[in-house]
């Protein structure tokens, strides 16, 4: 079982800059994927970034050049970096991570960009 705890939302201008941060707890060897997701009001939810035990990354084209996504695999947190963020950024953002074929979700941090 894992379990996953978000932090670093809030509110925040057009233009602006969050760090996310997951944390995850549990019983666990080593985690090969670890990603962001976010989902607007009204809308599904959507892949933000992904990075592997690697470091290869892979992000939405709506958020490439301005997010980035890293990594601390001692540490077991996986983090998000959103610069020069705008409206259309808004919504709640969850923390995944796939251990031994099964995902895992945090409960999600809410990120609002005023305009």
């Known amino acids: 079982q894992v379990q996953l705890v978000e932090s670093g939302g809030g509110l925040v201008q057009a233009g602006g800059s969050l760090r996310l941060s997951c944390v995850a707890s549990?019983?666990?060897?080593?985690?090969?994927?670890m990603g962001w997701y976010r989902q607007a009001p009204g809308k599904q939810r959507e892949l933000v970034a992904h990075i592997n035990s690697g470091g290869s990354t892979n992000y939405a084209d709506s958020v490439k050049g301005r997010f980035t996504i890293s990594r601390d695999n001692a540490k077991n947190r996986v983090y998000l970096q959103m610069n020069s963020l705008k409206p259309e950024d808004t919504a709640v953002y969850y923390c995944n991570v796939r251990y031994y074929n099964i995902n895992y979700w945090g409960k999600g941090t809410l990120v609002t960009v005023s305009s």
């Open positions: 549990g019983s666990i060897i080593s985690i090969n994927d």
